[in-house]
Nanobody, 121 residues
């Protein structure tokens, strides 16, 4: 069983910062990429940031220059540093892993349960 253990999130004022982390634990998994998606009420889930095992990153245009994603391959962990937060960043943030667990026949997406980020004054 692969578990994505998320931490971070919370309530912060506009302009503040939060750090999220997500660790893939349990069963061995070959990870191609890890990242974060978010979903605000009434909105579709969208990619926030993603990092591949080779270190390549991509970001949503709305967070470029404000958020930074990083990973620790040894720990199967991904981090998201969120700075200069805006009210429109308020959403449920979901950790995502694209990979293949030991014994599986295909790669697929794995999802965390989500952590709430609220930006409000």
């Amino acid at each position: 069983q692969v578990q994505l253990v998320e931490s971070g999130g919370g309530l912060v004022q506009p302009g503040g910062s939060l750090s999220l982390s997500c660790a893939a634990s349990g069963k061995s998994i070959v990870i191609v990429a890890m990242g974060w998606f978010r979903q605000a009420p009434g909105k579709q889930r969208e990619l926030v940031a993603r990092i591949s095992s080779d270190g390549m990153t991509n970001y949503a245009d709305s967070v470029k220059g404000r958020f930074a994603i990083s990973g620790d391959n040894a720990k199967n962990t991904v981090y998201l540093q969120m700075n200069s937060l805006r009210p429109e960043d308020t959403a449920e943030y979901y950790c995502n892993v694209f990979g293949r667990e030991f014994g599986a026949s295909a790669f697929r997406d794995y999802w965390g349960q989500g952590t709430r980020v609220s930006v409000s004054s």
